[in-house]
Every structure is written in structure tokens, then in C-alpha cells.
């Protein structure tokens, strides 16, 4: 399988940007492109997957041991002519200042993946060898195999900066773009605008892929991704799963405009176990899903649409009967606040489920970021005490408490070695700001659709079907 990761010197260099041409120009082409992103990042998988057509997926060596990064990778490929993963932040920005943990670099290094470079050249000359030279020989585990010059103001502009890289490496420059404001796709405050929003026209698909066809050699780039210089790791026992002949529980999947923050092997692992997911739109439906024995709700922008989701009366009287009713009830971030009692945005209050006793206020900044490890401190419909994950916090408010509200995890944010208590519980009905992965530890869904065939049982007649049970 040919594989290839695009990084960047710094965020802000451009690569998602340049990510996104060169996998339109692929699938232009007729190849079929497997998109990954590195890290945590949900907003810029959503355009990944609009683009090449198959969902996007995150490679990440915090929340994922190498051999969970393998085995979603190779899953997500089999079928796949390349797979072109997006980097984040700076090749070599993680966790720590000591390491390379966590990092793009860290990531290309562990799954043998060729690294592309993009630099932004806006404001430089030959100074870019510098800084090229610098990357190159940082760390002699990871191989720069190309780069790429984004926001070139000219062709003479770029005639100096190849002269200076060539006189100081013999790493191929593949191209340049020219700086252009036309190619930038907005943002707001958790990254880029969703692609739920943005919807891509077959114009702008083709505006993108010419970017790439006209500035960079995509043959040389489909070269870099060779066979020899990305092993794929061999899928270890414990990810030999026995899918189910069949469904056993049906789950409902809130996603719509402001619910789409989720991760894509979380919904691979759940179907794995033995559940048949369905979507739902808590902006546009006036009921749940016939039939569910489960909630999943993950996070979003329920805040930009909070006076629709607020108005919608019939869904949100539906939410509270079924949270009411023992079924289980999992929600991330957003979610956890369309189970609030409301949501203050610029305050304005706008009244939501009431499902937890407590209020949602946006703030201006960043309140929590950061990789997060959780251990359950009492049980839960993700698993019994003791059991532990990790996922990823980020998020632009804060809670207040309206009455007793139960927290059932034990949090630790891994880069700050800060412990607080979270994970807040009624019932059946677990709510966090954490956004889990689920491939952090099989027993999560495995745990949730227990909770799931459970409900279905108290629930089914007498006499009716047995309800089988998962190894």
C-alpha cells in the first residue's frame, strides 16, 4: 500500500489547504484515496472525507498504540490505491517539548510513512534551506522524502528559493503554489468550518485539483509513497475481531449540522460488536429512530443552532422519555450540552433537554485543550470501576451545576498532569466533554452495547426472542 503524510513546519504553513488539492487531483486521476488525519482533529476529517469520497480517519499516538494506528489504517485501505494522511500542527509538535510524542513526525516514524513538507515562503528567501536543513537533520529517525513552497509571490521568488535549497540538500522540491486568498476555507472558533456547511461543488473540486495538477509533480509524489518504504504492521490478535452474523442492538446516532464530531473507528468498533447505528437529526427530526436500544451524541455546534434545537419541542420532549426510560445514553461535548437545561450564547438563554441539572455558557476563549485519560470511579454504561481510556478535551465553555450532579470519572489531562473529576451521570446517561476513542480500549463499546442488549431485554415481552450476549 503506498502511503504518504503531508506535514508542515508550523500550523498556518497550508497543508490542509495543499492536503486537499493533491487528493482531488488524485481522484481526478481515477485513483482511489484513502484520506487519514494526524491527531485529535475532527473538522478537517469531515473535509478529507467530502473530498475523497470515503470516510476520513485519525492517526494518533496518544490516544492509540501502534498497533491500533495499524490496524486502522490497514482496515480503512484495503481497498485503496494510496493513502494520504494530513499532519498537524508542526512536523515535530506533540505532547512534550522533550519529545517527539504524539507528533506528526512520531506517527510517519512508527507507521513507516514517507513525509512530504510543506513551508509557507511568504516571507522568506534563502533563509527556507535554513529551516529546511534544520527539519531535515532534527532527528535522524525521520526522513523528509520531499517538500513543497506554499505562498510564493512569484516565479522569480521562487527561483531564489529553489537556488538556496538546492546548494544545501538534495531533498526534491515538488512544487509551489502561489499565494492566493481564494484557496483558504474558512474558520471559526474550533477550526475549520465544517464541511457539513461548506458543501464541496464539483467546481470547487475541480478548482482544487487543478491547483495541484498545474503547481506540483503528482507523479513524484504517488512515487514518494512507495511499496518498500511503508511496511504495514501485521494485525495483532487483539484486533482480530469476530464481527456478529448480525446486528443485536440498534444505536442512534445524533448527526446533523450541529452534531458531527466524531471519530470514525468509533462507529467501526460499535458495528464490530454487534450494532446496526442510525442516524438522526435533532435540528431537522421531530422523533428518534423506531426501534433503538441506544443514544450516541456526539459533539458539535449545538450552539449555532441553539434556538433551532430549542424550538424543536417534539425531539427534545422525545430525548427526555427516552433518557428517562433506562435506555443508554452516551454524549461528547456537544452532546452533553443538548442534555443540559440550556445553552447561554451571548446571553441568550435558550432552554434544551434537561436531562442534567446544569447550564452551558460559551465563552470567548479556549477553557480546556488537551489530551485527556479517564478512569470510571463508579459504573457506568461505558464500562464497570476501574476501567480507563483516552480521548482529547477542547472546547469554548463552561458548566454550571443547577442541581446534584454525580461525576464518574477520574480525569487527568496528560500534558498538564492536572486531576479533576468529570464524566457526569443520571441514570443510564453518561455526559463529557472528553471526546473517547474508542480504539483506546475495546471494552467501551463493547460495554455500551451490554448496557444496549440489557435495556432490550427489560424491555421485550415475555416469551419474546432471547437476547444473545457478546464473548
Not at 230 to 255: Q, T
Not at 272 to 280: H, R, S
Not at 332 to 346: P, R, S, T
Request: include cysteine; glycine fraction near 8%.
Amino acid at each position: 500500500m503506498k502511503k504518504v503524510l503531508i506535514a508542515g513546519t508550523a500550523s498556518g504553513t497550508g497543508k490542509t489547504t495543499i492536503t486537499l488539492a493533491i487528493e482531488a487531483a488524485l481522484c481526478r486521476r481515477g485513483l482511489v484515496v484513502q484520506p487519514f488525519k494526524c491527531g485529535p482533529d475532527y473538522l478537517d476529517t469531515a473535509h478529507h472525507s467530502a473530498i475523497c469520497r470515503r470516510k476520513c480517519r485519525n492517526l494518533d499516538t496518544i490516544m492509540l498504540s501502534v498497533d491500533e494506528n495499524s490496524a486502522s489504517l490497514q482496515r480503512a485501505s484495503r481497498d485503496a490505491d494510496i493513502v494520504v494522511a494530513e499532519g498537524m500542527m508542526g512536523l515535530f509538535d506533540g505532547i512534550s517539548g522533550e519529545s517527539n510524542r504524539g507528533s506528526s513526525a512520531d506517527i510517519a516514524r512508527a507507521l513507516r510513512i514517507p513525509i512530504v513538507l510543506v513551508m509557507d515562503a511568504s516571507c522568506s528567501s534563502r533563509s527556507i534551506a535554513a529551516t529546511l536543513r534544520g527539519f531535515a537533520t532534527f532527528d535522524p529517525e525521520v526522513k523528509i522524502s520531499a517538500v513543497i513552497l506554499n505562498r510564493v509571490a512569484s516565479e522569480g521568488h521562487f527561483q531564489m528559493l529553489e537556488d538556496a535549497i538546492r546548494g544545501t540538500t538534495e531533498i526534491p522540491i515538488l512544487g509551489w503554489i502561489p499565494k492566493n486568498s481564494a484557496w483558504a476555507i474558512p474558520e471559526r472558533h474550533l477550526g475549520l468550518v465544517d464541511a457539513n456547511e461548506r458543501a464541496w461543488t464539483e467546481d470547487q473540486l475541480a478548482s482544487f485539483g487543478d491547483i495541484a495538477e498545474s503547481h506540483l509533480d503528482l507523479d513524484r509524489f504517488v512515487d514518494i509513497a512507495s511499496e518498500v518504504g511503508a511496511a504495514d504492521k501485521a494485525l495483532s490478535p487483539s484486533n482480530d475481531i469476530r464481527v456478529p452474523a448480525k446486528p443485536i442492538v440498534k444505536i442512534g446516532v445524533a448527526r446533523d449540522e450541529a452534531f458531527s464530531f466524531y471519530y470514525e473507528d468509533n462507529f467501526d468498533l460499535l458495528r464490530d460488536y454487534g450494532a446496526e447505528l442510525v442516524e438522526f437529526s435533532p435540528l431537522h427530526d421531530k422523533h428518534l429512530p423506531e426501534g433503538i436500544n441506544g443514544l450516541y451524541i456526539g459533539g458539535g455546534y449545538p450552539e449555532l443552532h441553539a434556538k433551532v434545537l430549542s424550538a424543536n419541542h417534539e425531539m427534545l420532549a422525545a430525548m427526555r422519555q427516552f433518557c428517562g426510560s433506562g435506555g443508554p445514553v452516551y454524549a461528547e461535548c456537544g452532546g452533553m450540552m443538548y442534555l443540559a437545561d440550556a445553552i447561554i450564547v451571548e446571553d441568550a438563554l435558550h432552554p434544551m433537554t434537561g436531562v442534567l441539572p446544569l447550564t452551558v455558557e460559551m465563552s470567548p476563549s479556549l477553557v480546556k485543550f488537551g489530551y485527556a485519560k479517564i478512569r470510571i470511579e463508579a459504573d457506568c454504561v461505558l464500562g464497570p470501576k476501574h476501567t480507563e481510556a483516552i480521548g482529547h478535551s477542547f472546547h469554548y465553555s463552561k458548566i454550571e451545576a443547577t442541581g446534584d450532579l454525580n461525576s464518574c470519572y477520574e480525569l487527568e489531562y496528560l500534558r498538564a498532569g492536572r486531576f479533576e473529576r468529570e464524566g457526569y451521570a443520571i441514570g443510564n446517561v453518561l455526559a463529557s466533554y472528553i471526546h473517547l476513542h474508542f480504539r483506546s480500549n475495546h471494552e467501551l463499546p463493547q460495554n455500551f452495547i451490554r448496557a444496549a442488549l440489557l435495556s432490550r431485554a427489560e424491555t421485550s415481552s415475555p416469551g419474546g426472542d432471547s437476547v444473545p450476549l457478546i464473548d
